[in-house]
């Protein structure tokens, strides 16, 4: 069962330490990293906002550039493997000839 906590603590020398998991390596281990504080409150702060950096930075790594013509048709191109050819033509069509015209961007 996984662990569940804010992973806050009191370390021998007084300090209270955080600990957040800030990437995984390739075998989906998790690399840590750590903040420090002299009150509880100092650290749980600073935790909540290396995470939310972490997220953030995560999101622009993961958002796409380009127009939606172009990630429809990288779309339309991965599902052709998963779907039967007329269900490819009828999305194409779709995409082609309503969904495309009404944003305003040219077909082809």
């Known amino acids: 069962m996984a662990r ?9 020398d007084g300090r209270w330490e955080g600990r957040f998991i800030k990437a995984r390596s390739a075998d989906s281990s998790p690399k840590y990293g750590s903040v420090y504080g002299k009150s509880y409150g100092e650290v749980k702060k600073n935790l909540l906002e290396k995470q939310m950096q972490i997220k953030e930075q995560a999101q622009k790594e993961n958002t796409p550039s380009g127009c939606f013509s172009e990630f429809a048709q990288q779309w339309l191109a991965s599902a052709s493997k998963n779907i039967k050819e007329s269900t490819y033509n009828n999305y194409a069509d779709y995409l082609d000839k309503h969904i495309l015209p009404c944003l305003g961007v040219s077909v082809k």
């Open 4 to 12: 569940k906590g804010e992973n806050i603590y009191r370390r021998k």
